[in-house]
């Protein structure tokens, strides 16, 4: 059974690039589509990018200036970097596995979740 | 403001049904057979509840059906139960620049 699982700093400055990784374990890594997902307290879900094994990305174009998602198949592993973070990038950040992308909105299974605080 | 839009809350009693909407564009929701649900507990991850407009995964209840009628997909939970009670989210792939959208997110409350 596949498992994600972010790590990175819990708590960026403002101004700074927020870095996220989330590991792969348990599953193929090679055929599917990987994604991060945001959701500030209180609010709703918001999908940021995803790339697949040969590295093509799709971004949410509200922040595709800003972002960048790599991946590393020989560590099953993808990451996030968000750059010039404020106090509305704080939130839960989750990254997740989508089956049938690129046209798909499945989305399964998720990782427990990253809580990134941006606080000087 | 969120892509697609759904109620803020809905709520019913123990073995009543409910059903949340939510309407989108003909560029996602009414494009596309591609809409999801997702149920979200307090402080945990989403959970995927119904995928390609009514399918369900492996170990979801048959109590949770989704349908969809034009730009509008709803989430119907029969005989609820207090378990039932969360956030849950409508998903659509879309057309254009970004390829996923989310709802806002129904907060359902069993009385």
């Known amino acids: 059974q596949v498992q994600l699982q972010e790590s990175g700093p819990g708590l960026v400055k403002p101004s700074e690039t927020l870095s996220l990784t989330c590991t792969v374990s348990?599953?193929?890594?090679?055929?599917?589509?990987w994604s991060w997902i945001r959701q500030p307290a209180g609010k709703g879900l918001e999908w940021i990018g995803r790339?697949?094994?040969?590295?093509?990305?799709s971004y949410n174009p509200s922040l595709k200036s800003r972002v960048t998602v790599s991946i590393d198949t020989s560590k099953n592993q993808f990451s996030l970097k968000l750059t010039s973070v404020t106090a509305a990038d704080t939130a839960v950040y989750y990254c997740?596995?989508?089956?049938?992308?690129?046209?798909?909105?499945?989305?399964?299974?998720w990782g427990q979740g990253s809580l990134v605080t941006v606080s000087s | 403001q969120s892509a697609l839009t759904q109620p803020a809350s809905v709520s019913g009693s123990p073995g009543q049904s409910i059903t949340i909407s939510c309407t989108g564009t003909?560029?996602?929701?009414?494009?596309?057979?591609?809409v999801s649900w997702y149920q979200q507990h307090p402080g945990k991850a989403p959970k995927i509840m119904i995928y390609?407009?009514?399918k369900r995964p492996s170990g979801v209840s048959n109590r949770f059906t989704g349908s969809k009628s034009g730009n509008t997909a709803s989430l119907t939970v029969s005989g609820l139960q207090a378990e039932d009670e969360a956030d849950y989210y409508c998903?659509?792939?879309?057309?254009?620049?970004?390829?996923?959208?989310f709802g806002g997110g129904t907060k359902l409350t069993v009385l």
């Open positions: 997740a596995r989508e089956v049938g992308a690129p046209s798909t909105s499945t989305i399964d299974p």
């Open positions: 348990g599953g193929s890594f090679s055929i599917y589509y």
């Open positions: 790339i697949n094994r040969s590295g093509s990305t």
């Open positions: 003909s560029s996602d929701v009414g494009r596309y057979n591609l």
């Open positions: 390609e407009d009514n």
């Open positions: 998903c659509s792939h879309a057309t254009g620049t970004t390829f996923v959208v």
